[in-house]
């Protein structure tokens, strides 16, 4: 029941183990099977042509440094490096897009006159957020919805495929069960095990987020 | 974003070049020790006398072996060079098949009169010592050359370790005239079967601990 193959990315996971142990060859067979794709990933994200060129270099540049740690998670080898790729590009985005967000802030912060009585709105008291607070908590959402999917990728092929069905479509064990042609005790068995290990990698980093937070 | 681009996948080739020939750098006077250590003892326990007499093909195949042991084997343990699955496949296979045709050799042709000799004791050690001892000194090399954690994966380690063992066996093969089971299987090949053992702990041991710091 587990997702189909892509062929291209047939043969990524022991260039990539080459890759880490020092062959040029297959750094280019990595970058050559990946570069595509995370260009294409990375247009999805930001418009900017000049910039996804920088973000892709970027990222391997970063998983280069990184290579070391990276480790095998899940049935598919192939998958799991695409994936280990595309967490990288996914998080320089978001670091370009909170540096570019502070800066137009402080762009509008330097750009106001000094005082507030040269303002009027500022003489207007708004109890509602602010739009620089809608923005932060967009992005607090956005990163907590990322981490999340991250977690569900990192999840046993058998424990995902539940939590899909369960937790992301909304069926009940016994449709799941079915779904999978499973008994329902394996379903729930298989269900505890994974939001018991979600829950593991989760909580520390949500707390770090909210602990974070201004 | 006016700056020029840096251009990454160029600093990263040039990182893996300089990695390898680190990697090379600690690996060249390891080699020159190991050869010294083979050397020596082959010079102290003396060469067996019917060495130009074998047959040219178990000659050929003794020295294919020295090539495997001292270049090919640790090369691919330490990531210096890279070859395909296959290839490493066939380079085990055929490894252990030519390490064991080139230490039984060919049967019936014996210097009985050598072999009598080196039975008897005429350097005053055991094959099994003698190749114990030098896989011992060779594999002492490598841990300390850090030949153990230069890759990520454990099982680059059996590589080095294969070079280690034969290249002890191939010492003794090289001392010792005897070509019959009877001693071979016990004193070389059972004896390098004790140091592959022997090192492939102590290397998994050294790589673990290389890999923690």
């Known amino acids: 029941m587990g997702r189909p193959r892509d062929p291209e990315l047939a043969g990524l996971y022991q260039a990539m183990e080459r890759y880490i142990d020092g062959d040029a060859r297959a750094y280019a067979r990595v970058h050559a099977t990946l570069g595509r794709r995370l260009r294409g990933f990375l247009l999805r994200i930001l418009s900017d042509r000049e910039i996804v060129e920088d973000l892709l270099q970027v990222t391997f540049l970063k998983a280069h440094l990184a290579r070391d740690r990276f480790t095998l998670q899940g049935g598919d080898p192939d998958g799991a490096v695409q994936a280990w790729y595309f967490a990288i590009a996914r998080n320089a985005a978001m670091d370009h897009l909170r540096r570019e967000y502070r800066k137009s802030r402080r762009e509008v912060k330097h750009g106001a006159p000094d005082g507030d009585d040269l303002d009027p709105m500022a003489k207007i008291a708004d109890q509602g957020p602010t739009v620089e607070e809608l923005g932060l908590d967009r992005e607090r959402e956005l990163e907590i919805v990322e981490r999340v999917q991250a977690a569900i990728a990192r999840l046993p092929e058998g424990q995902r495929e539940v939590v899909e069905l369960h937790k992301l479509q909304g069926m009940s064990m016994a449709e799941v069960a079915e779904r999978l042609d499973l008994r329902e005790g394996a379903v729930r068995v298989r269900a505890h095990r994974a939001y018991k290990a979600l829950a593991r990698w989760l909580v520390p980093s949500i707390f770090a987020i909210f602990w974070s937070a201004p | ?213």
Do not use: K
């Not at chain 2, 020295?63 to 066939?90: D, E, H, M, N, T």
């Not at chain 2, 252990?96 to 050690?125: F, M």
């Open chain 2, 1 to 213: 974003m006016t700056q020029p681009r840096l251009d990454v996948d160029a600093l990263i080739q040039g990182d893996l070049a300089r990695s390898q020939r680190a990697r090379r750098r600690h690996f060249l006077p390891a080699l020159l020790l190991t050869l010294l250590v083979c050397g020596g003892l082959l010079a102290i326990t003396g060469v067996r006398g019917d060495l130009l007499d074998q047959p040219p093909w178990q000659l050929l195949l003794q020295i294919s072996l020295w090539l495997l042991c001292f270049l090919i084997f640790p090369a691919i343990g330490l990531g210096l060079i890279f070859p395909s699955r296959s290839a490493r496949v066939l380079l085990a296979v055929g490894g252990v098949l030519a390490t064991v045709a080139a230490a039984i050799g060919q049967p019936g042709i014996h210097d009985l009169e050598g072999l009598r000799r080196h039975l008897e004791g005429e350097h005053g050690l055991g094959c099994g010592v003698v190749l114990l001892a030098a896989g011992g000194v060779i594999l002492a090399i490598g841990v300390l050359s850090g030949a153990f954690v230069q890759r990520r994966r454990p099982a680059a380690v059996y590589w080095i370790t294969a070079g280690v063992t034969l290249a002890a066996l191939n010492t003794v093969t090289w001392h010792c005239p005897a070509t019959g089971l009877a001693h071979v299987l016990p004193g070389h090949l059972g004896g390098a079967l004790v140091l592959l053992a022997l090192a492939s702990v102590i290397a998994l041991v050294a790589h673990v601990r290389g890999q923690e710091a």
